[in-house]
């Protein structure tokens, strides 16, 4: 299975945008970018996925490489409520059960 | 927000005992996880299920059964607790029939068992 590196620590400021990367160099065509975030004390949390194209939704935006090797999840602007673990994961489209592996992902601290 | 809940949220119980955990869902949503999630190894699937009925191991499912005799719930037991299971275990739940899945799992809040 094609794994992801991401940095295991980030810090950033309340109301300053945030990018998160994730390399992901042994990608292949099939695979799906997830991401993840778990906030303290509570399960993982869907952020927001895309295959090709940026994707954007309420939570975040996600701008994908052209070779696919490596994206960048983004939070425009951060909260304190933003400060959490953030998992980036490949998936394949199945008609199947998603056994996702989580690494070890990126820990947000947002500074007020 | 996705209709799972987990039960009991906390245990404590002693080692040699048995232990089940319950997983409820009202979604509808064929498939089922569970997962624990301890320092040092993130997240972990020990077993999942793909139907009434129909289930399979995971990376670390020595140690735990499941069953899943009805779509809603799906049970995680332990059947002689040992000190190293201590850990915080999330159910989650993904795709219905209808479509393919691409990877979007909805998770519990979690159970804290404690293995004295």
């Known amino acids: 299975d094609a794994k992801t590196t991401q940095p295991n620590s980030m810090e950033s400021n309340e109301e300053e945008p945030v990018h998160l990367p994730c390399n992901h160099s042994?990608?292949?065509?099939?695979?799906?970018i997830h991401w993840y975030r778990q906030l303290p004390s509570q399960g993982p949390e869907y952020v927001i996925h895309g295959l090709t194209s940026n994707v954007n939704n309420r939570m975040a935006s996600l701008a994908i490489a052209e070779d696919r090797k490596s994206s960048t999840l983004i939070l425009h602007r951060a909260t304190l409520r933003d400060a959490a673990v953030y998992y980036c994961?490949?998936?394949?489209?199945?008609?199947?059960?998603?056994?996702?592996?989580f690494g070890q992902g990126t820990r947000l601290t947002i500074n007020p | 927000d996705a209709g799972i809940t987990q039960s009991p949220r906390h245990k404590v119980t002693e080692t040699g005992t048995p232990v089940t955990l319950r997983c409820h869902q009202t979604e509808n949503h064929r498939y089922m996880y569970w997962y624990r999630q301890d320092p040092g190894h993130g997240l972990r699937l020990i077993h999942y299920?793909?139907?009434?009925?129909?289930?399979d191991k995971g990376e670390v499912s020595d140690g735990y059964s499941v069953s899943r005799s009805k779509t809603e719930d799906f049970l995680l037991t332990l059947e002689s607790a040992t000190s190293s299971q201590t850990s915080v275990y999330f159910c989650?739940?993904?795709?219905?029939?209808?479509?393919?899945?691409?990877?979007?799992?909805?998770f519990g809040e979690g159970s804290r068992l404690t293995v004295l």
């Open positions: 042994t990608i292949s065509g099939t695979d799906y």
């Open positions: 299920s793909y139907g009434v009925k129909d289930t």
């Open positions: 994961i490949l998936t394949r489209a199945l008609g199947g059960a998603q056994k996702l592996v």
């Open positions: 989650a739940i993904s795709g219905t029939t209808l479509r393919v899945n691409t990877g979007e799992l909805f």
